[in-house]
């Protein structure tokens, strides 16, 4: 549940309880649920904490691996432009995540910027050296840019597990 849903029903609660001890003496003649004023207070704060919780999600810093989920729904939907500017700033916010790099090489593949490709490929392995699919991904740039030799290579690292 959202934060905001959180917050109104602990608004509605603080409602509920707020209202008992009003309800009891118009109907009842006396002040009955003593701990109805406390509780009501007490969702009021949590209502409070929930909305200031659910303004401050839409300000603050994204999570990298949401950023990146979000490129690869818009590059699926053919919004390729707006993918990729959400892989670099997924980058800007996190240098080290190399997955950003890797998706934004094969983004740059796919539209023939094979160049801009090989730079994301190269920061992703600089970043993760183990990954052998990384080399893979790299040695099909060199090849779009006629470096057999060097995709030849790249190839072997793959298939050797990284570096």
Same mark, same amino acid.
């Given at each position: 549940?959202?934060?905001s849903?959180?917050?109104?029903?602990?608004?509605? $609660?603080? +409602?509920v309880f707020g209202s008992l001890p009003v309800a009891s003496r118009l109907m009842l003649g006396d002040?009955?649920?003593?701990?109805?004023?406390? $509780?009501?207070?007490?969702c009021v704060a949590a209502g409070?904490?929930?909305?200031?919780l659910d303004r401050r999600s839409?300000?603050?810093?994204?999570?990298?691996?949401?950023?990146?989920?979000?490129?690869?729904?818009?590059a699926a939907a053919g919004r390729s432009d707006r993918a990729l500017g959400r892989l670099t700033e997924a980058i800007r916010q996190s240098p080290r995540f190399w997955q950003a790099?890797?998706?934004?090489?094969?983004?740059?593949?796919?539209?023939?910027?094979?160049?801009?490709? +090989?730079?994301?490929?190269?920061?992703?392995i600089a970043i993760a050296p183990?990954?052998?699919?990384?080399?893979?991904?790299?040695a099909q740039a060199h090849l779009v840019l006629g470096d057999d030799v060097a995709?030849?290579?790249d190839l072997e690292a793959a298939a050797g597990g990284g570096a």
């Amino acid at each position: 549940m959202s934060p905001s849903r959180w917050s109104r029903t602990a608004f509605a $609660i603080a +409602l509920v309880f707020g209202s008992l001890p009003v309800a009891s003496r118009l109907m009842l003649g006396d002040w009955e649920f003593q701990g109805a004023a406390g $509780i009501a207070c007490l969702c009021v704060a949590a209502g409070v904490y929930f909305k200031v919780l659910d303004r401050r999600s839409f300000r603050g810093v994204s999570d990298p691996a949401a950023m990146l989920d979000q490129a690869n729904q818009l590059a699926a939907a053919g919004r390729s432009d707006r993918a990729l500017g959400r892989l670099t700033e997924a980058i800007r916010q996190s240098p080290r995540f190399w997955q950003a790099f890797q998706y934004r090489g094969e983004l740059h593949l796919l539209h023939d910027r094979p160049e801009d490709a +090989l730079r994301d490929f190269d920061q992703a392995i600089a970043i993760a050296p183990a990954e052998p699919h990384l080399y893979a991904l790299r040695a099909q740039a060199h090849l779009v840019l006629g470096d057999d030799v060097a995709s030849a290579r790249d190839l072997e690292a793959a298939a050797g597990g990284g570096a």
